[in-house]
Each structure stands twice: as structure tokens, then as C-alpha cells.
């Protein structure tokens, strides 16, 4: 043990032997005012008059004051209440005494020769915020200790104190001390959960995430190979699924649908036709006028393509598209001759791009049309076929795309038919709408 650490515990000190404050020799006069209340005649000192000591704690404490006699006389009182202790009377030392034992509670005076308590507190508190930090001051520096206080100090105790009194204050501070490094470990614990159960759904988010992707690339693996299938069976409309697809969605888009009504039109516009699978080969590729017979067969297209898509969940959103693509405004069209807003609107967006596009593409029994005629055939038919204000939207946008001055470049070469030849089911326009 140096000069100015003094060790005391129960184990190394003969309780018989402990010090009172009459042990203590009498403080030397001081030079400096601020300390004329440390220099008390010792028999004034309130002490324990009866040196039964207390049980012995766990908790072992670091005293810190310039003046030896009152570490002294603290750390005699600090032994009968039960505490282990160590003591210095060199301020500079305080730091290093607590990086080389565990400490539980620091009493510190505040006017001692740099580093003060003050100072002593702060770096206490940088290096460990929640540790016990008790306070000596003189009666009359009331306000220092309150400034102790407010910089994060447990409490104060003004000397001359009793032992009791310093006792009660020390167990209040660990009490204190505790309750907030209990507090701070919950909260540490709480967040180090928060971040775990964060991190865990994150990855839980990007494992969905993939398995979406991956599901995404199935169905539109699944869309690409029924509408493949298609292609094979009916090469008389190469690249027609992707253009009305494309274009449907424009137009959907322009009128305000979003998400997955968008989805389930492209979806449904890529298999508008996947019921001509079922169509003979006579009636499909007949490049003239269908019989009576035929068109009826032709007509069951939409039906069979409900059939072969309804057992295919993802393609549930699709199915309006595909079995009620021919449905007229007017109730004329089929499998169901349903009329105006009964026709799923999807449909209805849908047929006015699918009788545009079968009129400005070659087909084995039409003609191909400038973008211009075949939108005023279309405009024609607004009211019976389409649904009016559908045919107005694609009007506005096939001017905004600027597609009639495209189309009518790009098909400048082709025959341009001045009116379309009625055909022999009595719709007008019928050479102009796809089968
Ligand atoms: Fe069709």
C-alpha cells in the first residue's frame, strides 16, 4: 500500500481496533479561506458513538480528499457500516485507482488541488455514466454542490457529516446506480432485440422479395409459353399479342388504371386468343369469309379460352379480357351479348386496340388500313362496338404517341381500302375487327 492509499476490509483491519474520530490527529491550520470549515476540532465532528459495525457489503469504495485526517475518519466510518474502502489524499490518482479495481461508488471532494471533484466527475461520468458519485462539500458551498448535482453527481454530503448519514446517502446512490444501469442494460438488451428482430424481417423481406422475383419469372415464363403455343398454332398475326398488350396498357394507363388492373390487362391481352387453340385448322387459317358454321365455331374461341386459362390462379384477373374480348357496346357481340357497362372494362379498353391493331396489320382476310382510316372506323363504331368514351382516350393518345404520322410512314406502301367491305354476318365493320 503507497503513502496515500489506504486499504481497509474487514478481513484486513481488527475491529477492535478501528478508528474513531478521537483517533484522528487534529487538522493542520490552512492557509487557503475556502477550506476554514475543514478545520474543525475533531471532538465536535458528529461520529458513531458506538462502534458496532455493520454486516460487511459487496460494495467497495473509493474516497478521494486532500485532507488525510477526513479520509481517514470517512473511511473508519465506511468500515463500521459494512463497506469496503480505499482511500487517496492525491486527486490525480483517482483514475488510475479506478482503471486498476472495480470500484461501486466514488466519494469525491470537491475542493481539492487540480483535479478538483468537479473536474474528477466529469471524467468519472465519461468513463462510466452510470457510476455512484458522492460529493463532499463545506456548509457553505451549497451552490457548488448543486452545480455537482447538475453535472450528474448522486448526491452531496456536507461536512462535518455523521457515518449514518453518510451511509444512508451511499446506499441511496448504489440504489440510484443501479436502477439506472438496469435501466440502460434493458434498453441496450431492447434495442439489440429491436435490431436482431429488424435485421431477421429484412432478410425475411428480401427472401419474399426473391421468391416473388422468381415466381414473377415462372408466370411470365408460363404467359410467354401459352402465348408461344399460340404463335405456332396461328401464324396469321405475327408480333399482334405483344403489340395490343403493349398498347392496351397505354391506353388503360391514360384512363387511370394502375397496378395490377395493368397486370391483369397484359396478362389477359397476351392470351386474348388462346381458345383459337381449340379452333380447327380450316376455320383458323381460312384465309376468305367463314361460313355460318365456321363463324360460329370461331365464336366458341373466347369460351375455350376461359377453359384453359381459369385452372391457372395467377391468370384469375386475366379471364375478363380473354372471354369477353368480342362483347359489343350494343349487346351484339359474344359468347355473352352483354352491353355497355356489363362488359368488363378491361374488355372494352382492350377490343378497341385489338380492332386497331387487326386493321393496320395483315390478316388473311382483311386488308391493312392507315392508322387514320382504321381509327375513324373505330370512331365509326363507338357506341355500337366500343364503348365511346374508350374510343375517345385511344383517339387522344394515338395523337399524343404521334402513331398516326408513324403508321402512316411506315405503311405508306400499303393497299389503302377507302371502305371497308361488309361481310357476311352483317356487321358493317367486321373485315375491320379481328376474329
Ligand atoms: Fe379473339
Redesign the pocket.
Known amino acids: 500500500m503507497d503513502k496515500t492509499v489506504s486499504e481497509t476490509n474487514l478481513s484486513g483491519r481488527a475491529l477492535g481496533h478501528v478508528r474513531t474520530l478521537h483517533d484522528v490527529r487534529p487538522p493542520a491550520p490552512r492557509s487557503d479561506s475556502s477550506s476554514s470549515l475543514l478545520r474543525l476540532p475533531t471532538d465536535i465532528l458528529p461520529h458513531r458513538m458506538v462502534n458496532v459495525p455493520r454486516p460487511p457489503r459487496p460494495e467497495r469504495i473509493l474516497v478521494a480528499d486532500d485532507e488525510p485526517w477526513i479520509t481517514e475518519v470517512i473511511v473508519d466510518q465506511l468500515l463500521l457500516e459494512g463497506f469496503q474502502s480505499d482511500a487517496t489524499n492525491d486527486s490525480t490518482e483517482v483514475m488510475d485507482l479506478l482503471s486498476g479495481k472495480h470500484y461501486d461508488l466514488v466519494i469525491l471532494d470537491i475542493h481539492m488541488p487540480a483535479p478538483n471533484g468537479l473536474t474528477l466527475l466529469r471524467e468519472i461520468q465519461a468513463r462510466d455514466p452510470f457510476m455512484p458519485v458522492l460529493m463532499l462539500t463545506a456548509f457553505s458551498d451549497a451552490e457548488t454542490a448543486t452545480q455537482a448535482m447538475h453535472d450528474g453527481a448522486s448526491d452531496y454530503v456536507v461536512k462535518p457529516h455523521h457515518g449514518a448519514q453518510l451511509a444512508m446517502r451511499i446506499v441511496r446512490a448504489l440504489e440510484r446506480g443501479q436502477l439506472l444501469r438496469e435501466r440502460a442494460e434493458a434498453q441496450a438488451l431492447l434495442e439489440r432485440r429491436v435490431d436482431e428482430q429488424t435485421r431477421q424481417l429484412r432478410d425475411q423481406a428480401r427472401q419474399l422479395t426473391q421468391m416473388l422475383d422468381r415466381m414473377t419469372v415462372t408466370y411470365q415464363a408460363t404467359v410467354k409459353a401459352l402465348e408461344a403455343t399460340l404463335d405456332v398454332r396461328d401464324q396469321s398475326a405475327p408480333g399482334h399479342c405483344q403489340r395490343v398488350a403493349k398498347l392496351a396498357v397505354q391506353l388503360a394507363r391514360k384512363m387511370g388504371a394502375k397496378g395490377d388492373d395493368l397486370l391483369a390487362l397484359e396478362h389477359g391481352a397476351r392470351l386474348?386468343?388462346i381458345g383459337k387453340l381449340g379452333i380447327p385448322d380450316g376455320i383458323l387459317m381460312k384465309p376468305g369469309p367463314l361460313t355460318e358454321a365456321e363463324w360460329r365455331s370461331m365464336q366458341k374461341?373466347?369460351e375455350i379460352g376461359r377453359q384453359i386459362v381459369a385452372h391457372i390462379d395467377f391468370l384469375a384477373s386475366a379471364l375478363p379480357v380473354i372471354q369477353h374480348?368480342?362483347e359489343h357496346y350494343d349487346g351484339s357481340g359474344y359468347p355473352d351479348g352483354l352491353q355497355g357497362s356489363e362488359i368488363p372494362l378491361l374488355a372494352r379498353i382492350f377490343s378497341v386496340v385489338d380492332a386497331f391493331d387487326a386493321q393496320t396489320h395483315t390478316r388473311p382476310y382483311n386488308t391493312v388500313l392507315t392508322a387514320q382510316k382504321a381509327l375513324d372506323n373505330i370512331r365509326a363504331s363507338a357506341g355500337t362496338v366500343f364503348d365511346p368514351q374508350v374510343v375517345d382516350v385511344f383517339g387522344a393518345l394515338l395523337e399524343e404517341q404521334a402513331l398516326l404520322e408513324e403508321q402512316a410512314l411506315l405503311e405508306g406502301q400499303a393497299m389503302v381500302e377507302e371502305q371497308a367491305t361488309p361481310d357476311q354476318n352483317g356487321n358493317g365493320t367486321s373485315d375491320s375487327l379481328?376474329?
Open positions: 386474348h386468343d374461341h373466347p374480348h368480342h379481328p376474329r
